[in-house]
T-cell receptor, first 113, second 114 residues
Framework: GENVEQHPSTLSVQEGDSAVIKCTYSDSASNYFPWYKQELGKRPQLIIDIRSNVGEKKDQRIAVTLNKTAKHFSLHITETQPEDSAVYFCAATPSGSARQLTFGSGTQLTVLP | DGGITQSPKYLFRKEGQNVTLSCEQNLNHDAMYWYRQDPGQGLRLIYYSQIVNDFQKGDIAEGYSVSREKKESFPLTVTSAQKNPTAFYLC?????????????FGPGTRLLVL
């Protein structure tokens, strides 16, 4: 089955700097890659996702890049703000109902004021 | 995600006891999921259901059971066979069973063993 590795496990950045979180996956059939944000004590929420037919997707200060050849994808947050502090999870799956999302182990991002 | 609820927020289990976690959604979603979250680990899939009266085991189903008698409800029972049940349990739903559809999560239930 799919295996997703996520790095780093913790990341501290100064407010205004950029943050990058990287994930690698093992199943070459995976073609859907969502990112979830979980604030302390709250539920995970989808912040951005990408499908294998594109290499990059942006939404304001957040972007995700995908390299299918190398089987890795990354989350980029620019101009970080204190409210970006949270745990971020990547996930991967082939589309279709037979397979389910496999999540990475999470990255605790702390934005220092 | 406000349309998916879980109860209770905290649950305590005694040795040898079965406990049931509730998950309800009013989003008219066909698919529902149960995940377990442990510190320093990602979400691990326990069970999922793509349609009423049908469900499949996830990666860590041992010691758990579910039912899907109604579209809106997907309760999870943690049985006495689950030897390490202390964790944060998250329920999720999606419009259909295709894994590329957005999953919406409930607020979670924290289970503690006495």
């Amino acid at each position: 089955g799919e295996n997703v590795e996520q790095h780093p496990s913790t990341l501290s950045v100064q407010e205004g700097d950029s943050a990058v979180i990287k994930c690698t996956y093992s199943d070459s059939a995976s073609n859907y890659f969502p990112w979830y944000k979980q604030e302390l004590g709250k539920r995970p929420q989808l912040i951005i996702d990408i499908r294998s037919n594109v290499g990059e997707k942006k939404d304001q200060r957040i972007a995700v890049t995908l390299n299918k050849t190398a089987k890795h994808f990354s989350l980029h947050i620019t101009e970080t703000q204190p409210e970006d502090s949270a745990v971020y999870f990547c996930a991967a799956t082939p589309s279709g109902s037979a397979r389910q999302l496999t999540f990475g182990s999470g990255t605790q991002l702390t934005v220092l004021p | 995600d406000g349309g998916i609820t879980q109860s209770p927020k905290y649950l305590f289990r005694k040795e040898g006891q079965n406990v049931t976690l509730s998950c309800e959604q009013n989003l008219n979603h066909d698919a529902m999921y149960w995940y377990r979250q442990d510190p320093g680990q990602g979400l691990r899939l326990i069970y999922y259901s793509q349609i009423v009266n049908d469900f499949q085991k996830g990666d860590i189903a041992e010691g758990y059971s579910v039912s899907r008698e109604k579209k809106e409800s997907f309760p999870l029972t943690v049985t006495s066979a689950q030897k390490n049940p202390t964790a944060f349990y998250l329920c999720a739903s999606s419009l259909g069973g295709d894994t590329s559809e957005t999953q919406y999560f409930g607020p979670g239930t924290r289970l503690l063993v006495l």
